[in-house]
């Protein structure tokens, strides 16, 4: 829904070039960016994390005790096509 709202959005800006110099609009896609590579990152940071919870798991002895505690391997964080999105934000 958040996708499709802001490509309504930048589709409104291109009709409106007064728009798409305004200095908020401007201030607004620059942010748009910069949370697009947080979330980038936080995935990366999430799948490091599982991998390396994942490795613990599987060596000895510390799977002795995982086994015992009921922890079990991760699965890894994929966004559906639908919720990635680009992989650099284009106006």
Excluded: C, W
């Amino acid at each position: 829904m958040l996708t499709q709202t802001l490509g309504r959005l930048f589709a409104v800006a291109e009709a409106y070039p007064d728009l798409k110099a305004n200095h908020n609009f401007a201030a607004l896609q620059a942010e748009l960016a910069n949370t697009e590579d947080k979330i980038a990152y936080a995935r990366q940071f999430y799948n490091s994390a599982v991998q390396t919870f994942n490795t613990s798991v599987q060596t000895l002895p510390i799977n002795v005790i995982a086994g015992l505690g009921g922890f079990r391997a991760m699965d890894f964080f994929q966004a559906d096509g639908g919720e990635r999105g680009p992989v650099q934000v284009r106006f």
